[in-house]
């Protein structure tokens, strides 16, 4: 048995001649030995170890059937799946004035009609719900709760639905955080919501100048007072966008949130990213920002070590794909235009479809399966990407048919992040001895 295509190898830290394997398909680790590392490199059959490390996706009977495996896993995921899932865009208006602004180009009081509205139940009800499918909604802005008369318009009939068929309805929502009081969430969690994600860009007098009220006050205080109202009865992630020049300021946010007892049992997940191009997807907590640029390495992993060291859980390498790729994933905007992601809302070409017309046909014109080349069937970190963001290639003047190539980031980034892992989590989600 060989050792898996799909497999990074590190030397163990604090441990001469020991090494850390980590399965980026699995995402499993063991700790071997160098003469156990050496024997499987070798073939040798009889080691002890070989039945824990199959096991652990790190042994193969063949790696040309590994390869042919993952090139058609995400046509697999697609035919098994039972989930739906919709960004659903209320409104593009908002209580505050970011300076980057994803969606600043096409913002207004533009809101979404109630028969809008009432397409978006029709058509999750025909389509969805009565086919057996479980159906989640994100509700996204602007700011959400601007809309809250169309989140219950929406969450009431199709969670009454959801409940007549024997499927789940829920949504969660993407919001600034500066509405989401205890009243408003107690309102809400009767119509299905399920958690929320809220922003801080660092801590106050840093967020209070990136994400100010449209009248120009502060709205962290704000934030943080509903984060301390409503962490019990809503699950909460919280996301925040830096920058160069201010990422190292970002603990003090953390520090911020113990003293208010705004400790980490009472926050799903914390997670920080670098401010994106306009029009981006990073408020959609999406993951897929990444660049080249050393700092931005370093950033990342000296924010993710400041979270983990305070006991708060973050992000961990997860196979991953872009969601252009899964085929019951959704992006519907305020007139019922339907896109892939929301970073395409706006680019023309890019809309695949209306609520009213259904989806047309977008394996072309978003190249579905770009990723299918030999450069990235051999690479290692093939299920860590899938071929990266479709947006962010754009961004960066290419086409869709190219992979936005994780590679540079990964070798400068992967084998701190599961050092870190090893350090923070708990001993029973620690590595594998061997």
């Known amino acids: 048995m060989p050792l898996s295509q799909y497999l990074k190898i590190y030397p163990a830290k604090d441990r001469p001649d020991h090494f850390l394997l980590f399965s980026t398909l699995r995402t499993s680790t063991a700790i071997v030995s160098g003469d156990t590392l050496r024997s499987l490199q070798q073939g040798d059959e009889s080691l002890p170890e070989r039945d824990a490390l199959s096991r652990l996706g790190m042994l193969v009977d063949d790696r040309a059937a590994e390869r042919g495996e993952m090139r058609g896993m995400l046509e697999r995921v697609n035919a098994k799946s039972r989930s739906f899932s919709a960004v659903v865009v209320l409104n593009l208006d908002c209580n505050l004035d970011c300076g980057y602004c994803y969606e600043a180009d096409f913002r207004g009081g533009h809101y979404m009609s109630e028969e809008t509205a009432d397409l978006v139940v029709e058509t999750f009800l025909r389509d969805r719900i009565t086919r057996g499918h479980d159906v989640a909604i994100s509700f996204y802005g602007g700011e959400p709760l601007l809309s809250q008369d169309l989140i219950a318009r929406i969450s009431e009939p199709l969670l009454n639905g959801a409940q007549r068929h024997g499927v789940n309805y829920s949504f969660t929502l993407v919001t600034n955080g500066t509405l989401l009081n205890r009243e408003t969430a107690k309102r809400l969690v009767p119509l299905g919501l399920k958690g929320a994600k809220f922003t801080l860009d660092g801590p106050r007098e840093v967020h209070d100048v990136e994400r100010p009220y449209a009248c120009g006050a502060g709205s962290f205080d704000t934030i943080v007072d509903n984060l301390a109202q409503i962490w019990d009865i809503v699950p909460i992630q919280l996301g925040g966008n830096f920058r160069e020049g201010n990422y190292r300021q970002f603990p003090r946010l953390l520090d911020h949130l113990i003293s208010r007892g705004i400790t980490p049992e009472k926050l799903r997940h914390v997670q920080f990213t670098p401010v994106t191009p306009k029009a981006g997807c990073s408020d959609c907590g999406s993951g897929c920002a990444s660049s080249e640029e050393p700092w931005l390495f370093e950033a990342l992993l000296f924010l993710r070590e400041e979270i983990m060291t305070r006991g708060f859980a973050t992000s961990r390498p997860l196979v991953s794909a872009c969601i252009v790729e899964l085929q019951d994933n959704i992006v519907v905007d305020r007139e019922g235009a339907l896109y892939k992601c929301p970073a395409f809302m706006g680019w023309d070409g890019l809309c695949v479809g ?31 990407c899938f071929g990266g963001c479709r947006f962010l290639t754009m961004v960066k003047g290419g086409s869709m048919e190219e992979v936005d190539c994780k590679q540079k980031f990964l070798d400068a980034t992967l084998e701190r992040i599961l050092l870190q892992n090893m350090e923070h989590l708990p001993k029973s989600r620690k590595a594998q001895q061997g």
Do not use: M, V
């Open 354 to 384: 209306t609520l009213a017309g259904g989806i047309k046909e977008y394996g072309d014109s978003h190249c579905i399966g770009n990723w299918r080349i030999d450069a990235c069937l051999d690479c290692s970190y093939l299920p860590l």
